[in-house]
């Protein structure tokens, strides 16, 4: 009887070491990072109402309230939803913010370049749907390049060239004017998208590498909260310069095309400019842009 329980122990498979090293779900962190990220996206997509600035103020009042209560949670959760612990490595930190940037700036291609292609290019729905592609075919193509040469490049390196041009095609888009050649329209939205796919997966592969297998759920997560927030950002706040500046050159006794003309050129100008700004400033910091090269980065 003992051979036969030793032979049945023996033969009993041991426990998934896969299994037991998973991470407990932080559901009190969860709920938190829902509750402020929900209130601060509301806040910035609120449109004017009976209650003019009452509820995006009390929206970010929420949202600053809850974004502590998270930073406090996670801080003391013994398995925490985001290891607040990687901000404090200045790249890690730097390039999230840089990606929020990013997103915030390209966004202004989707919600302005197809009145521009419609009003001042005159051209139909059907064929400026078919220059506005060339910017979603320029993002492909940037991807692509970056998935191969992220095998002998430095991936720092990659979203660096990425967010220059990036930079490069805002700026080609706020010169535009009635007389532009379709050609240079969408060579510019090429160069923008092409740069967004560069710098979309330096900077995914960065994060992800940044983290420890079990937590590249997270590391996915961090990504597309990022680029939500950028996005969200975008389509209120270039939609309010683009606002501002049209109704002050309306005021100026402007034309309508005119007046669009302009609040175009200038809102392009100034997140071109911004963006080049920010880049400026990450040069500061050059270990950011030196990340190593095929797989991620170690984890700070």
């Known amino acids: 009887?003992?051979?036969?329980?030793?032979?049945?122990?023996?033969?009993?498979?041991?426990?998934?070491?896969?299994?037991?090293?998973?991470?407990?779900?932080?559901?009190?962190?969860?709920?938190?990072?829902?509750?402020?990220?929900s209130a601060l996206l509301l806040a910035f997509a609120y449109l004017p109402g009976p209650f003019a600035a009452a509820v995006p103020l009390s929206l970010l009042l929420l949202a600053a309230v809850g974004f502590a209560a998270f930073c406090w949670h996670e801080r003391r959760s013994p398995q925490p939803l985001?290891?607040?612990?990687?901000?404090?490595?200045?790249?890690?930190?730097?390039?999230?913010a840089i990606n929020i940037v990013a997103n915030f700036a390209a966004f202004g291609v989707l919600i302005l370049v197809p009145y521009y292609l419609l009003r001042i290019?005159?051209?139909?729905?059907?064929?400026?749907?078919?220059?506005?592609?060339?910017?979603?075919?320029?993002?492909?193509?940037?991807?692509?390049c970056a998935g191969r040469l992220s095998r002998r490049l430095p991936i720092g390196s990659l979203a660096l060239c990425?967010?220059?041009?990036?930079?490069?095609?805002?700026?080609?888009?706020?010169?535009?004017?009635?007389?532009?050649?379709?050609?240079?329209?969408?060579?510019?939205?090429?160069?923008?998208?092409?740069?967004?796919?560069?710098?979309?997966?330096?900077?995914?592969?960065?994060?992800?590498?940044a983290l420890p297998v079990q937590e590249r759920g997270v590391a996915g997560s961090l990504t597309m909260v990022t680029r939500t927030i950028g996005v969200v950002l975008g389509a209120t706040g270039?939609?309010?310069?683009?606002?501002?500046?049209?109704?002050?050159?309306?005021?100026s006794q402007a034309s309508p095309s005119e007046a669009f003309l302009l609040a175009f050129q200038t809102t392009f100008g100034s997140v071109a400019l911004g963006l080049a700004l920010v880049l400026g400033l990450?040069?500061?910091?050059?270990?950011?842009?030196?990340?190593?090269?095929?797989?991620?980065?170690?984890?700070?």
Do not use: C, K
């Open 121 to 144: 290019s005159g051209l139909s729905a059907a064929a400026g749907g078919v220059v506005l592609a060339t910017g979603a075919i320029g993002t492909v193509v940037g991807s692509w």
């Open 1 to 37: 009887m003992r051979a036969v329980s030793s032979t049945l122990e023996s033969q009993t498979p041991a426990p998934s070491p896969t299994l037991a090293s998973m991470r407990g779900f932080d559901g009190r962190g969860g709920i938190l990072l829902v509750l402020w990220m």
């Open 162 to 209: 990425g967010l220059v041009l990036t930079v490069a095609g805002l700026w080609a888009i706020s010169t535009w004017t009635p007389t532009s050649p379709f050609g240079v329209v969408a060579a510019s939205l090429f160069v923008q998208g092409m740069g967004i796919g560069l710098f979309q997966v330096g900077y995914s592969d960065y994060v992800t590498g």
């Open 282 to 300: 990450s040069l500061s910091t050059p270990r950011t842009w030196r990340l190593g090269a095929g797989g991620g980065a170690a984890a700070p």
């Open 238 to 251: 270039l939609s309010a310069t683009f606002t501002h500046v049209e109704a002050v050159a309306r005021l």
């Open 82 to 96: 985001i290891r607040l612990s990687l901000f404090a490595d200045l790249s890690f930190a730097l390039l999230n």
